[in-house]
């Protein structure tokens, strides 16, 4: 067994979710953070 050929078991692992890249991966424009209040705003 060497440490370059280890895997994580199957299942284990989620893809990240990597929002504000475009309309097209359905999180683009607001990013999942809805229209209006403090949690929607940056800062």
Request: net charge positive; no cysteine.
């Given at each position: 067994?060497?440490?370059?050929?280890?895997?994580?078991?199957?299942?284990?692992?989620?893809?990240?979710?990597?929002?504000?890249?475009?309309?097209?991966?359905?999180?683009?424009?607001?990013?999942?953070?809805?229209?209006k209040?403090?949690?929607s705003?940056s800062?």
């Open positions: 067994m060497e440490l370059n050929n280890l895997k994580p078991a199957e299942g284990s692992t989620k893809k990240r979710k990597r929002v504000g890249r475009g309309e097209g991966s359905g999180h683009g424009g607001t990013s999942t953070r809805g229209h209040g403090a949690k705003r800062g």
